[in-house]
């Protein structure tokens, strides 16, 4: 499909909605082709219009803009921006017969936007707006006010001196084919591990000294990847050592170290894990169905998994998440079905669902492999929020990702009182985050203000190690970030 935009400047947003539509590779042009379908939106003043070729047949909307429709939010540019994209999302809705339950809204974090909408105007009208103004289903906008609803007092109880520490530990057994890591799991990025683990020890050294000059207070840890177990349990003790000596532990709120794969995590590695103070971990099966893990690239059966959520019980682990795809190439709404019923049995305090994202490359875009529709994973999300709602299962928080199936959602399930603090501080940046490892970007959150800025460390481990000099000169503006505001 080809997307050509003329005379304005609501190119992401336009593409990321024929994306829904359209989940394979979409190329931007200048020019309509010949003989290819397209989409062409165009902005002649105040004149909105989308143009669409599918199949052959041609179809085309046009309308003048009636600026008195504004909201009070709106400035002419952000109107004008939801008029093409509703006009794109009507048009296509009738040719497809298909209807984005999350309408236009592409957004990474809708609770965030109900929350703000609902503050400044209250919340039946950012409600209404949801579903009028950006074509909502009503089903997603509940969710989006349920989420939003039990995020608040997390993030009310969230300080201005109060932070999160996030510590990247970036390799993997096997690459995941819907993953697009791809230099993280081979044999020479493993032989980093050793000198990558030297580093990333000196670098909590360093984060610590400075948390601690600034006399800012830690309120949770997460260890994530990657797959942190795929470190030894000698190497997993000397990382969570050097945030032991370097961090005030005790008095953190929630402690979590994704154990991730059952692949990698043993009995071993999860007595380091919960004699150093971790209170939640995570154990990410995807799916409970042979045929869909080996058509995904895990090495793994779903009987290892139970294995692995035993032994966890039995060292003591008494808050355990639990990672789930909607959508995965090979499953079905009846395979998926089983999947969830088997979480449910298991009874974690967590439950994340995720939707399939098509990520540029990971094998199941560069192979062009067959994948669900977004019709089969709204089914999926539907039968998920039906069977865990009956489960004792609550939102409690939500984002989304680009290139997600049908632009649909992720998810957190909670029991009562096992919400992830840090899942929240991270997705609604309500407080500062300080990041360390390959790939960790430090969200500086100003006190009193929704002033962000980011601090970017190197992407892959190599780069990583080889800049490190340069990653611990950055960090000398986490200071000047908070001088500013102090």
């Not at 024929?18 to 989940?23: E, G």
């Not at 010949?34 to 989409?39: A, K, Q, S, V």
Request: aromatic share 10%; proline share 4%; hydrophobic share 35%.
């Amino acid at each position: 499909m080809y997307l050509i935009n003329k005379n304005h400047k609501f190119h992401y947003e336009m593409e990321n909605l024929l994306r829904v539509y359209f989940p394979e590779k979409i190329t931007i042009s200048e020019e309509i082709p010949e003989n290819e379908d397209y989409c062409l939106t165009e902005l002649d003043g105040s004149t909105v219009s989308v143009t669409v070729r599918l199949l052959g047949k041609e179809y085309s909307e046009s309308k003048v803009a009636d600026f008195s429709e504004k909201n009070a939010d709106d400035t002419d540019e952000s109107y004008l921006e939801r008029k093409m994209a509703l006009m794109m999302f009507e048009l296509l809705s009738e040719i497809t017969e298909y209807t984005p339950p999350w309408g236009i809204l592409t957004g990474v974090r809708p609770a965030k936007l109900m929350s703000n909408l609902s503050e400044a105007h209250g919340e039946d009208w950012a409600k209404e707006y949801f579903v009028s103004e950006l074509k909502v289903s009503e089903d997603k906008t509940n969710l989006a006010v349920s989420v939003a609803q039990k995020e608040a007092p997390i993030i009310k109880a969230s300080q201005p001196d109060s932070y999160s520490l996030y510590v990247s530990v970036p390799f993997c057994p096997t690459r995941c084919s819907y993953c697009s890591f791809i230099s993280h799991s081979n044999e020479s990025a493993k032989k980093l591990i050793p000198e990558y683990v030297e580093k990333l020890c000196e670098e909590l050294a360093v984060t610590g000294k400075i948390a601690k000059e600034l006399q800012l207070k830690l309120e949770s840890i997460y260890i994530g990847g990657g797959t942190p177990s795929v470190l030894t349990a000698e190497q997993l003790k000397r990382v969570t050592d050097a945030i032991s000596s370097n961090f005030d532990v005790p008095s953190v709120r929630e402690y979590t170290i994704e154990a991730g794969r059952p692949d990698s995590t043993t009995k071993e590695k999860l007595e380091v894990m919960k004699n150093c103070g971790c209170t939640r971990i995570s154990i990410n099966p995807q799916t409970f169905n042979d045929d869909v893990l080996k058509e995904i690239g895990r090495n793994h059966s779903a009987q290892m998994t139970l294995d692995c959520f035993s032994e966890a019980r039995e060292v003591g682990f008494t808050n355990i998440n639990t990672d789930l795809i909607a959508g995965l190439p090979k499953d079905t709404l009846e395979s998926y079905e089983k999947t969830l019923s088997k979480a449910i049995e298991l009874s974690p305090e967590n439950i994340t669902v995720h939707t399939l994202a098509l990520k540029r490359s990971s094998n199941i875009v560069t192979e062009s492999r067959k994948t669900n529709s977004g019709i089969v994973a709204a089914e999926m999300l539907s039968l998920t929020q039906k069977k865990l709602t009956e489960a004792g299962y609550v939102p409690y928080y939500m984002y989304r990702q680009s290139k997600c199936l049908g632009n649909l959602e992720n998810v957190g399930w909670t029991k009562a009182g096992y919400e992830c603090l840090y899942n929240v501080y991270m997705m609604e940046e309500c407080h500062t985050v300080l990041a360390v490892g390959a790939g960790a970007v430090i969200k500086l959150k100003a006190p009193e203000s929704k002033e962000i800025e980011r601090i970017f460390n190197y992407k892959y481990p190599y780069e990583y190690i080889s800049g490190f000099d340069e990653i611990i000169r950055r960090k000398e503006y986490i200071g000047e970030f908070y001088h500013k505001y102090r």
